[in-house]
């Protein structure tokens, strides 16, 4: 099984459009509204060979 490189992996609040670090703790933002944070970015899988 390959490996999967993560890259631009960031948690985001989808009210007030903050980001934060990926490793934090947090599940809720600091906003006014206290939304919640998802995470949001890109990933990158290597392909095998011969498919």
Same mark, same amino acid.
């Given at each position: 099984?390959? =490996? /999967?490189?993560?890259?631009?992996?960031?948690?985001?609040? @989808?009210?007030?459009?903050? %980001? !934060?670090?990926?490793?934090?703790? =947090? /599940?809720?933002?600091?906003?006014?509204?206290?939304?919640? @944070?998802?995470?949001?970015? %890109? !990933?990158?899988?290597?392909?095998?060979?011969?498919?």
């Amino acid at each position: 099984m390959e =490996r /999967t490189k993560f890259s631009v992996i960031r948690k985001r609040c @989808l009210i007030c459009g903050k %980001t !934060y670090p990926s490793d934090s703790k =947090r /599940t809720s933002c600091g906003c006014k509204d206290h939304g919640r @944070l998802f995470a949001v970015g %890109t !990933y990158y899988e290597k392909k095998t060979a011969g498919r």
